[in-house]
């Protein structure tokens, strides 16, 4: 569900594995061959009452290099590991195509401003690839950057503008051995070996060579990195020359498994789907086999990525507390910390990383951290099922204990104070009320509903907001336990308001990714099947081959993706222009800049809402005529006049 999704995600699998083998002696009883088929049929929503209450958080950069947040061009978003985006999900949707279907990804994809898709694959049969780059509307492949002595694998892409050249964005990858930064057409600005040689001592050790996803640093104007195993970099973002001494999270490999392992036979069963589909790791190990014997053969320092405020450009890392602070000195840790670090001057006219701060957690911290949009809130989770907000000298505010461990990410929404938990079972909306968190909901998980073979649902991904709802994961399979052998999986929109489901549509496979939306309202899924291999070699009658690449879930009923846009334009508005601008002016601003990314949604999918009959072209002539005198109007000053434009639009969809 993030970067090294396996490793923080090890006591699900381990519970799901472990369930497995009762279920392997048990699953003729849970075959119920005699039960209907009869799924729920979801049919247009009606709108959201959802709206924005008060002044949102909004920081004070610019956005000449970080890309607003339209879609995904970070593995989370942004620099901040939001998970939230400006723009409206598609109220209805469905299954479009697979691409690629040869790859496992475990990250994104991620999108440019044109609407190019690009991911970084991790075990594959066929081309050897570190970059794919496909057309996001039919997926057809448009270019790689293959695999070669240069650089042999990548860290997951990572998008910014090009300040020299306004309205270009340049995509930058990582390797052990090389970092480049590309054109969205392919072509290369700039490719520089990193000087890195790993000793015969560190040959073995995978960690060392396995970058995380860049991040940037806006104070040095350069791109941050670290290695599994807590190496840190700064290159330029210019040139990619390195431009700080490497330095060193002082933590030490993680302790995990407790002692348990995984009987043979289930190995047996899942490491031949797995072949059958990506083929084996360098190793020789099957996909799964790999992932188990990271598992249980203790850990990295650093498996999650990293945040950066875009305003401070402080650096927030979760990693491993240092060996002894265990209480043991053994060369492992059993505790998890979270790190703020800055890229300083050295005093010799070069930078170097300095520890500024450092948060330690019993039971480690089973999260990247996630930053509110103006960075005052630094919001983790422990492996114990707590969700903790840190202020930013990582200081504890609060902390709500949601029941179970989370499986991702926290989900910081700019608005309403509103964050979202995602656990093995649940998707949970809390509310920061400054000196506590409180529960709001619980998400109303039921996709599935009257399917034959479906026993129970749970979250199966991170969530992600957006300004019409929550998209999310829905699992569906046999219940063992109280537990999940995944069959299915689809894709949902959430009420943010109440947590109940707008929509649903069945998907084609498992992910560890995130809930990823484009611009234009359609939703993907990076496939990396894990979870469902199990419930396949369990099950095997009941679900389809596991598969790799990447999924589509395209719009329909372009109308009703329109009516959200402009309707939650409208909201936005109304309450900004509520707002104080002595006070509020930079909330007003960032309002302003939402609804005007929500306009040009909502104008495309008006065009194509014709064209596929969902719309009369008298209807999409007076909406356009509405928009176009709204955004006339939008600014600081005449806003409440744009309003009454965005008021009327949305009233037509009544």
């Given at each position: 569900?993030?970067?090294?999704?396996?490793?923080?995600?090890?006591?699900?699998?381990?519970?799901?594995?472990?369930?497995?083998?009762?279920?392997?002696?048990?699953?003729?009883?849970?075959?119920?061959?005699?039960?209907?088929?009869?799924?729920?049929?979801?049919?247009?929503?009606?709108?959201?009452?959802?709206?924005?209450?008060?002044?949102?958080?909004?920081?004070?950069?610019?956005?000449?290099?970080?890309?607003?947040?339209?879609?995904?061009?970070?593995?989370?978003?942004?620099?901040?590991?939001?998970?939230?985006?400006?723009?409206?999900?598609?109220?209805?949707?469905?299954?479009?195509?697979?691409?690629?279907?040869?790859?496992?990804?475990?990250?994104?994809?991620?999108?440019?401003?044109?609407?190019?898709?690009?991911?970084?694959?991790?075990?594959?049969?066929?081309?050897?690839?570190?970059?794919?780059?496909?057309?996001?509307?039919?997926?057809?492949?448009?270019?790689?950057?293959?695999?070669?002595?240069?650089?042999?694998?990548?860290?997951?892409?990572?998008?910014?503008?090009?300040?020299?050249?306004?309205?270009?964005?340049?995509?930058?990858?990582?390797?052990?051995?090389?970092?480049?930064?590309?054109?969205?057409?392919?072509?290369?600005?700039?490719?520089?070996?990193?000087?890195?040689?790993?000793?015969?001592?560190?040959?073995?050790?995978?960690?060392?060579?396995?970058?995380?996803?860049?991040?940037?640093?806006?104070a040095t104007d350069s791109l941050v990195s670290i290695t599994k195993a807590g190496g840190l970099f700064a290159f330029s973002r210019k040139t990619g020359e390195l431009m700080a001494a490497i330095g060193k999270i002082p933590g030490a490999p993680a302790i995990s498994g407790?002692?348990?392992?995984?009987?043979?036979?289930?190995?047996?069963?899942?490491?031949?789907?797995?072949?059958?589909?990506?083929?084996?790791?360098?190793?020789?190990?099957?996909?799964?086999?790999?992932?188990?014997?990271?598992?249980?053969?203790?850990?990295?320092?650093?498996?999650?990525?990293?945040?950066?405020?875009?305003?401070?450009?402080?650096?927030?890392?979760?990693?491993?507390?240092?060996?002894?602070?265990?209480?043991?000195?053994?060369?492992?840790?059993?505790?998890?910390?979270?790190?703020?670090?800055?890229?300083?001057?050295?005093?010799?006219?070069?930078?170097?990383?300095?520890?500024?701060?450092?948060?330690?957690?019993?039971?480690?911290?089973?999260?990247?951290?996630?930053?509110?949009?103006?960075?005052?809130?630094?919001?983790?989770?422990?492996?114990?099922?707590?969700?903790?907000?840190?202020?930013?000298?990582l200081d504890e505010v609060w902390r709500v204990n949601v029941g179970e461990p989370l499986v991702g990410s926290i989900t910081v929404a700019p608005d309403n104070n509103e964050l979202y938990a995602v656990t093995a079972n649940d998707v949970i909306q809390l509310i920061d009320?400054?000196?506590?968190?409180?529960?709001?909901?619980?998400?109303?998980?039921?996709?599935?509903?009257?399917?034959?073979?479906?026993?129970?649902?749970?979250?199966?991904?991170?969530?992600?907001?957006?300004?019409?709802?929550?998209?999310?994961?829905?699992?569906?399979?046999?219940?063992?336990?109280?537990?999940?052998?995944?069959?299915?999986?689809?894709?949902?929109?959430?009420?943010?308001?109440?947590?109940?489901?707008?929509?649903?549509?069945?998907?084609?496979?498992?992910?560890?990714?995130?809930?990823?939306?484009a611009a234009d309202g359609s939703i993907y899924v990076a496939h990396s099947p894990l979870r469902r291999a199990v419930g396949k070699a369990m099950y095997p009658d009941l679900t389809p081959d596991i598969t790799g690449g990447i999924a589509r879930f395209k719009p329909i009923?372009?109308?009703?993706?329109?009516?959200?846009?402009?309707?939650?334009?409208?909201?936005?508005?109304?309450?900004?222009?509520?707002?104080?601008?002595?006070?509020?002016?930079?909330?007003?601003?960032?309002?302003?800049?939402?609804?005007?990314?929500?306009?040009?949604?909502?104008?495309?999918?008006?065009?194509?809402?014709?064209?596929?009959?969902?719309?009369?072209?008298?209807?999409?002539?007076?909406?356009?005529?509405?928009?176009?005198?709204?955004?006339?109007?939008?600014?600081?000053?005449?806003?409440?006049?744009?309003?009454?434009?965005?008021?009327?639009?949305?009233?037509?969809?009544?």
């Amino acid at each position: 569900m993030e970067t090294s999704a396996l490793k923080r995600n090890s006591w699900k699998v381990i519970s799901l594995l472990l369930i497995a083998i009762v279920g392997f002696a048990v699953f003729k009883i849970f075959f119920d061959e005699g039960r209907p088929h009869n799924p729920r049929v979801f049919g247009p929503p009606a709108k959201t009452q959802w709206k924005p209450v008060g002044a949102r958080a909004a920081g004070d950069h610019s956005y000449d290099v970080i890309p607003e947040p339209t879609t995904w061009h970070a593995i989370h978003v942004d620099v901040a590991n939001s998970d939230s985006v400006w723009g409206v999900a598609a109220p209805m949707f469905e299954l479009d195509w697979v691409a690629e279907p040869g790859y496992f990804v475990g990250n994104g994809p991620l999108f440019d401003n044109q609407g190019n898709l690009y991911f970084s694959p991790q075990f594959y049969h066929g081309d050897r690839v570190v970059l794919i780059s496909l057309d996001g509307q039919t997926g057809e492949r448009r270019w790689t950057i293959p695999a070669d002595n240069e650089i042999q694998a990548s860290s997951p892409a990572f998008i910014l503008n090009d300040p020299e050249n306004p309205g270009s964005q340049i995509i930058y990858i990582v390797g052990y051995n090389r970092v480049m930064a590309l054109r969205p057409d392919g072509s290369t600005i700039w490719s520089k070996a990193t000087g890195l040689k790993l000793t015969a001592a560190d040959s073995g050790d995978k960690d060392k060579t396995k970058f995380h996803s860049l991040n940037y640093h806006p104070a040095t104007d350069s791109l941050v990195s670290i290695t599994k195993a807590g190496g840190l970099f700064a290159f330029s973002r210019k040139t990619g020359e390195l431009m700080a001494a490497i330095g060193k999270i002082p933590g030490a490999p993680a302790i995990s498994g407790k002692g348990t392992s995984i009987p043979k036979f289930i190995l047996n069963r899942v490491d031949p789907l797995m072949d059958e589909a990506f083929g084996k790791t360098d190793e020789g190990l099957s996909l799964f086999s790999s992932a188990v014997n990271y598992i249980y053969g203790g850990g990295g320092i650093v498996t999650n990525f990293f945040s950066i405020d875009p305003d401070t450009s402080r650096i927030y890392m979760a990693a491993t507390a240092p060996d002894a602070e265990d209480g043991t000195e053994d060369g492992r840790s059993e505790l998890g910390a979270i790190y703020a670090l800055d890229l300083v001057d050295d005093g010799s006219g070069g930078l170097e990383f300095q520890v500024l701060n450092r948060k330690t957690f019993q039971g480690g911290t089973g999260s990247t951290p996630a930053l509110s949009a103006d960075g005052h809130r630094l919001y983790v989770s422990d492996n114990e099922g707590h969700v903790i907000a840190l202020d930013s000298e990582l200081d504890e505010v609060w902390r709500v204990n949601v029941g179970e461990p989370l499986v991702g990410s926290i989900t910081v929404a700019p608005d309403n104070n509103e964050l979202y938990a995602v656990t093995a079972n649940d998707v949970i909306q809390l509310i920061d009320n400054g000196d506590h968190g409180s529960r709001a909901w619980i998400a109303e998980l039921t996709g599935f509903d009257g399917y034959a073979n479906v026993d129970v649902q749970s979250n199966a991904l991170t969530a992600t907001v957006t300004a019409n709802g929550v998209v999310v994961m829905i699992g569906g399979g046999k219940k063992i336990l109280g537990r999940t052998l995944m069959l299915h999986m689809g894709m949902g929109l959430l009420d943010r308001e109440t947590g109940k489901l707008r929509y649903f549509a069945e998907g084609r496979e498992d992910s560890l990714a995130m809930s990823v939306v484009a611009a234009d309202g359609s939703i993907y899924v990076a496939h990396s099947p894990l979870r469902r291999a199990v419930g396949k070699a369990m099950y095997p009658d009941l679900t389809p081959d596991i598969t790799g690449g990447i999924a589509r879930f395209k719009p329909i009923r372009l109308d009703l993706l329109a009516r959200d846009a402009i309707c939650a334009a409208e909201a936005r508005g109304a309450n900004a222009s509520t707002l104080d601008q002595t006070t509020d002016l930079a909330v007003i601003n960032r309002d302003i800049r939402q609804i005007k990314v929500l306009l040009k949604q909502a104008g495309g999918a008006i065009e194509k809402a014709v064209s596929n009959g969902d719309m009369t072209r008298g209807d999409a002539h007076t909406l356009d005529g509405l928009l176009v005198q709204s955004s006339g109007g939008l600014t600081v000053d005449d806003l409440a006049r744009s309003v009454a434009f965005l008021t009327t639009a949305c009233a037509m969809f009544d």
